[in-house]
């Protein structure tokens, strides 16, 4: 009885619109996506193609990286408690999450590539760079978000016309039993 009280008053976590992040495949879709961000925000920075900066692509992915598998672990931990949550207050609970870890990642490694003396003082504005950062975060995390939500309402509404189609086919194979099992029943009885 508790199974199926509990099961009826918390939702179940498969229904949850965010894709399972404890799951090694996800986590490694979300990998290679951030990778290919990476490269895309590096060749939008380029002016031509013949110094290309690996350097800058390796920053950028490191950075990148560290965002996506912070998000991930947290997220997985956090996934049964934003399940309890409304879409929107989860959503608006993972955007913050992601952004509040952009901007301690830039804010991070601003700090370690001044102290590694990879760039200088004056050289960065720390202020623009985590602003730039955290708006960009704040978009990309917005679209995945959307996108993912979007994705569940396509899985569900596909789920409810299965369920439909089940049924109506439960139905229509019901009078026919019956008919069935009246005609066996019809058939043992011996008439004199």
Known sequence: ???TANATNTPALEDFFLPDLCNMKAVLRLL???ELLAIFLTLADLERLSPFPWAD???KSFLLAWVAISTAVLLCSLRKYLNRLKHSYAAF????IFIALVAFFTFAAEGILLYL??????EVDLSASLVRNVLM???MGGLVL???YLQEMILRKQRAELMARVQALQARIRPHFLFNS???IASLIMVD
Do not use: K, S
Request: hydrophobic letters at 55%; aromatic letters at 10%.
């Open 117 to 122: 003396q990879i760039r200088q003082i004056g």
């Open 32 to 34: 290679v996506a951030t």
């Open 182 to 184: 009246m005609n066996i």
């Open 93 to 96: 609970v993972i955007l913050f």
């Open 146 to 148: 959307r996108y993912f």
């Open 1 to 3: 009885m508790t199974q």
């Open 57 to 59: 692509l390796g920053l």
């Open 137 to 139: 975060g704040g978009i």
